[in-house]
Each structure stands twice: as C-alpha cells, then as structure tokens.
C-alpha cells in the first residue's frame, strides 16, 4: 500500500512538473524572429479570443497557457491595432495591450503660404476625417471663436466683425503640419494656430509698437503675400500701401479685389468685379476705401510677409506694377511713370 502510495505521489510530482515545464515553457517566445506583422484587436474582444488570435497568427506557443495567465492575472487589454513579433513574449504583448501602445498613424498636409482659408479646408479634408464644410463650419462658430481669442493673444475681438467672409482668413501659419489621422477639427486648429504663435511671439514687441493692430498687421501682410515674391519687394510693397493709407488714397490692390468677389487670380476681373462694393475691394473709386485697408486677410501670410507688414522699406514710392510674366516688380513714385511701366509690361507680355 505505501509503495503505491508512494508511486503516485511521484507521479503527481512529475505530472506537477511537466504542467509547470509546459507553462513556463508556452510563456516563453514562439522564436527568435523579429519581423513586426499588425495585430488588431477590435473594442469588445474576448481574452480567450485574443489568445486564440495569437495563436493562430503564429505569435505564442500556446493560446491556453495565455489564458491560463490571463485568468490569473487579470490584464487589461485595450482595443487597437498593435505592432508585434514572435519574438516577443506573451507577457510582452499583454504589457503593450495593458498600456494602450498602439499603432499611430498620421498623415503629412502642407498648407502653402498665399492661399485663403477655403483652400486650406480642402486641403485638410483631403487627408483627415472632416469635410471642408465641416472645417469652415466649425471656424465660423461664435462661441468657439471666443474660446479661440481667450487662448491666443494674437486674435482679437476684430475677427468676429460680421461682414467678413471667413473670421480665421490669414491666422493659420502656413507649414507641413503633422496630424494624426483621426484628428478632429479642434485638434488641427489649436495645433496650427500654436505654430502661428510660434513665428509670432518673436514679433509681439515689435508689432505692439508698429501703432498698427495685430488685425492690420495680418490684413496688410497677406496682401503683400501676393503682390511680391521677395523680401525686398514685399518690404517696399508694404511701404506704398502705407504711404497710400497715409495720404488717404485708396490701395488700389487687385488681390483685394479678386478676394471680395470670391474669384481665383487666374480668373479675369470684370468691370463689375472692380466696382462692386465689398468691404475688401481697395480699387473702388468713390472714396468709400480710401485710407483703409480691407476689413481682414485674404490670404495666409508667410513669416517675410509679416516681417515686411512691420518693418516695411523706407521709399518714396507710391506705385508699383508687377510682370505677370516673370513676377518682377516695378516701383514708381509718379503715377505717369506707374501708367508707361504699366503699358511697357503689358506689350511685353503680349510679345512672349
């Protein structure tokens, strides 16, 4: 009776010994292979289920083992897509389901300097999960754009001025920008619009002391974006928009007047187009824009832009012409000499 005894207790040993070879051994990695495969698990997974996904993608030695652990344990495993290898241990990947380190995916989107507010939507539609409506939508809310001004001292009370077209025209920097896919429209304009605080923070004593508004400065700046192509241009352009305010002219800015009809610059203005009353067509003639810049940006303004708006050039200019050909700019300081450049640029033009 004792040896039988003694038979099974040794038996029992060894079978003790074995399970726990085997647990020890189903914990362990399935191989030294490090090739990274994409291992999803979808909200509401079982964990018996996700051991038995495992196993089946050939990352553990043995789903029952992991469950075994798991029921002893207790780990919380978060829904995602995770990036594993078989050469990782089950307590490896549960340690990476337990934190939530999954898989993020983001998605590059340039936003170029000169382009309205409008063509920045449909370039961010094109990449994240809102519609450029959506964008717009969300940029013309009150309450947020009050939100907005409380956060960024940048944006003022101006830019809820009824009468502009698009309150956020010319605040987002123009840059690469890296977002993740799922990126709400929140996301995308806070962290845009703290890259703009970025460029402009350096500036801030500067423009404070320009005796112009931030509004002004940023209104000006975007239309010499997209009248001039250099720094030295747009500081010498900024500086006949000046000078024109100073002696109560109009600007006179075709840009200006492409932005109020809600026209592409390679579209033709028509006579109407130039005479219609909005309150940023500088090349009205019945004195209702002289002296004033439009009531805000038209376009986002690049970091030269913005530094010619403050610092404009010290000239005596007060005309300028540019050849759509080549992008030269002419500077004038009398309006006959503006008129022979003007017809100079156009037959040449014409020839090529």
């Keep these: 009776m004792k040896k039988v005894v003694l038979i099974v207790c040794v038996v029992l040993i060894l079978l003790c010994a074995g399970l726990a070879s085997f647990y020890v051994w189903g914990l362990g990695a399935k191989s030294s292979d490090t090739t990274e495969v994409t291992f999803v698990i979808e909200p509401g997974t079982a964990k018996t289920t996700v051991a038995q996904n495992l196993a089946n993608a050939g990352l553990i030695r043995n789903e029952y083992v992991l469950d075994v652990y798991m029921y002893l344990t207790r780990p919380n495993i978060q829904a995602g897509e995770y990036t594993l290898s078989a050469s990782m241990t089950p307590k490896e990947m549960l340690s990476k389901f337990s934190n939530g380190d999954i898989v993020v995916h983001t998605v590059d989107v340039i936003l170029v300097e000169g382009k309205t507010l409008r063509e920045y939507a449909n370039t961010l539609a094109e990449s994240l999960n809102f519609t450029a409506d959506e964008f717009i939508e969300t940029l013309s809310d009150t309450t947020y754009l009050n939100e907005l001004i409380n956060t960024y001292w940048f944006l003022t009370n101006d830019i809820l001025d009824v009468a502009i077209y698009y309150p956020m025209e010319g605040y987002l920097y123009p840059d690469t920008y890296e977002f993740l896919e799922n990126a709400s429209v929140d996301d995308v304009v806070r962290t845009i619009l703290n890259h703009t605080e970025s460029k402009l923070e350096p500036l801030k004593a500067s423009i404070e002391s320009s005796g112009y508004s931030i509004h002004q400065i940023m209104t000006m700046a975007s239309i010499v974006e997209k009248e001039a192509n250099s720094s030295e241009d747009r500081k010498m352009a900024a500086q006949v928009f000046y000078s024109r305010l100073n002696a109560n002219m109009s600007l006179g800015s075709d840009v200006t007047s492409y932005y109020g009809v809600n026209k592409d610059m390679n579209e033709e203005l028509t006579l109407n187009d130039l005479y219609d009353v909005n309150p940023y067509n500088t090349r009205l003639t019945d004195g209702s824009m002289n002296g004033k810049l439009p009531i805000g940006p038209i376009a986002s303004p690049s970091l030269t ?42 037959t040449v033009c014409s020839l090529n």
């Design 305 to 346: 832009a913005i530094e010619a708006a403050i610092s404009p050039a010290e000239t005596n200019y007060m005309y300028f012409v540019a050849n759509v050909c080549t992008g030269e700019v002419f500077f004038q300081e009398d309006y006959n000499e503006f008129l022979a450049k003007a017809e100079e640029l156009r």
